[in-house]
DNA sequence: AATATAAATGCAAATCAGTCGCAATAAAAA
DNA sequence: TTTTTATTGCGACTGATTTGCATTTATATT
């Protein structure tokens, strides 16, 4: 796939590189389309986005390269899929409201006392909420 | 399938019917399983404990309206699979240790402060780790 | 105890997320 | 510009879970 010569996004480039990742055309397409999105997208969403510029198997061998590299956080919500987000400055959490869909993010964790009690070497987590939202309460109830 | 003259357990079967549910052999053995079990356990490990009187199907289908009725409790542990227990009198969360596959139950739960938080009401949550165990931990390292 | 009826089962086929092998391609290094 | 090596795209594949449907079984009823 043709480069249309895209002198822009040197920023994305150049992350990819510090990561020893090639910036190819199909990563620079999956990590926009996370960069657009207001909400964590699972892979199916992302390649309905990126279609013309790659294709499944791609899209899940970046999504794990771009997660062990710290690019993204994937995200358990109990949905049958993972979803992605940019890995932001600020580690957080995730409640999805099951009415309207909205995911929201949540600044709480409780790893490091988890840690604390009791004693393991923490490599990986995940707390995650589904409920209704207030405003969705608000509406219908 | 003939029940053996299953006379025994009618704790069991009382708590089924309580629920709405036929107390069926199929049923029956997928409860004994969990319930003779140190950890919680995933449908490939309960048909392979109980393959002579049930399958596959009858299996998915009997832990969901388990979990439903709150006979059993759901755990995602990000393997790819779900694991379920019986629902113990305490609500919990648990960990597992990546080396020696050890699922420990954890009594701390966020659930009421992400409620207070965010104003949603919450449905459903899920609060796991993975990581190193303190004996791993010490053996390897 | 025999019958009726609605629920649950077993089986095979289907679905769905995610993975893999491999030849072709493209990014980065030389 | 050429070489090297990572990455891609494709299709086939896996493993978990679900579904349709004809048959069986638990339970309520007589
Ligand atoms: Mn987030
Ligand atoms: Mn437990
Ligand atoms: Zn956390
Ligand atoms: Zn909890």
Redesign the pocket.
């Known amino acids: 796939?043709?480069?249309s010569r895209n002198k822009k996004l040197p920023g994305i480039?150049i992350k990819?590189?510090e990561c020893?990742?090639?910036?190819?055309?199909?990563?620079i397409k999956?990590v926009e389309a996370l960069q657009n999105s207001k909400k964590p997208l699972?892979?199916?969403e992302i390649y309905k986005l990126t279609k013309k510029?790659?294709?499944?198997?791609?899209?899940?061998?970046?999504?794990?390269?771009f997660t062990e590299c710290g690019i993204t956080d994937e995200i358990n919500l109990n949905e049958?899929?993972?979803r992605y987000e940019i890995s932001g400055k600020k580690h957080h959490h995730h409640i999805k409201c099951d009415n309207c869909g909205a995911i929201k993010c949540i600044d709480i964790c409780i790893k490091l006392d988890v840690e604390k009690l009791t004693g393991y070497r923490i490599n990986k987590h995940s707390i995650e909420f589904n409920g209704v939202c207030p405003n969705c309460l608000k509406n219908y109830s």
């Open positions: 796939m043709q480069i480039n990819l590189n020893g990742l090639k910036a190819t055309l199909p990563r999956v699972s892979a199916a510029y790659t294709d499944r198997a791609s899209i899940y061998r970046s999504l794990r390269v049958g899929f993972l």
